[in-house]
């Protein structure tokens, strides 16, 4: 059997930004101090001229690039969630969201995956933030070929747009050839019948592996990838709930705000079913390898089938 191939969606990202400003003389780069990691090292090489570094100033990056959007330019700005949406949340609320501008947001390093960087790095709320916020579209890929074509989207989006990419490297398993990215719109990847697995950026590799093994267990589930946080494909969710009858939402991010509370506030207005929620619970992360981290904190394969197992009962 051939090895699956694995790439980090923050390498998509940056791979993607060099494309399109090959082709698009009117995207613009800014960084804060993390071109190596945020990989817009890739656009810099290409573009020199193109990428702005603001140095540990994440507001003022922002800032500038809500001026770069105001003059017609398209600038993505980058650094590591925590200090995207968290450190900087004042100046995209204010000076992107309300003046609904061009701006995109391209976040790395999100979730408990970032791994030894430890708690202080690991931002399991940008979701909750970014959602929080009117008018934004939060996009998760789940795997290279959808963190590409996500980066496209967000290009040819007009308004602002928050995208979050990994540090770990996820397995590929889309099919470019037959694969096509819209914002605000899910996938099914496996159908079913008794339960609904709804599940966003790397959770979605994990939920996939969960549908097979419970499917041979004889529980029929059905595998649905939400990359889109913000606006939620309702049509989708609304009909894995009607159909389904029970739901499981799947997230690398606190179950407080993210894709897990989107679904329920919609699904308690419309179509009341029973949900779980698999995501990180009410705490802190803390150091360690990525892998081993997903595995402690419940973000694996093995755990959403417990939870599906346990929910059918």
Do not use: W
């Not at 990359?227 to 969710?237: F, N, Q, S």
């Not at 949900?275 to 595995?295: I, K, T, Y």
Request: charge should be negative; proline fraction near 4%; charged fraction near 20%.
């Amino acid at each position: 059997m051939a090895e699956v191939k694995k790439i980090a969606t923050r390498d998509s990202y940056g791979n993607t930004l060099a494309a399109l400003g090959a082709e698009h003389s009117d995207l613009v780069v800014f960084d804060a101090d993390l071109a190596g990691a945020t990989k817009t090292s890739i656009f810099k090489k290409a573009f020199p001229a193109r990428h702005f570094d603001c140095g540990i100033a994440e507001g003022n990056m922002v800032a500038a690039a809500a001026g770069a959007a105001a003059m017609g330019l398209v600038p993505f700005v980058s650094t590591f969630a925590m200090f995207a949406a968290g450190r900087a949340f004042e100046q995209i609320r204010n000076s992107v969201g309300y003046p609904h501008l061009n701006v995109k947001i391209g976040a790395t390093h999100g979730g408990i995956s970032v791994g030894e960087d430890g708690a202080s790095h690991q931002c399991c709320e940008d979701f909750a933030l970014m959602r929080s916020i009117p008018g934004i579209v939060v996009l998760c890929p789940a795997d290279d070929v959808e963190a590409r074509a996500a980066v496209r989207a967000a290009y040819a989006h007009q308004g602002p747009v928050y995208l979050r990419f990994g540090r770990l490297a996820v397995p590929v398993f889309h099919d470019e050839a037959n694969y096509k990215f819209e914002i605000g719109k899910g996938e099914l990847l496996q159908d079913g019948s008794d339960v609904a697995i709804l599940a966003t950026g790397l959770m979605v590799n994990e939920a996939l592996e969960a549908g097979r093994a419970l499917k041979e267990a004889g529980i029929s589930a059905r595998v649905v990838n939400l990359p889109t946080i913000k606006p939620l494909d309702e049509e989708m969710v609304l009909k894995a709930a009607k159909e389904c009858g029970k739901i499981v939402t799947c997230e690398e991010h606190s179950i407080i705000g993210g894709l897990g509370e989107a679904v329920c506030a919609l699904l308690c207005e419309k179509c009341p079913v029973p949900v779980r929620r698999v995501g990180v619970n009410d705490e802190f992360g803390h150091s360690g390898p990525a892998a081993a981290l997903l595995q402690q904190f419940g973000l694996s394969a093995g755990h959403i089938a417990e939870v599906v197992r346990s929910f059918s009962v």
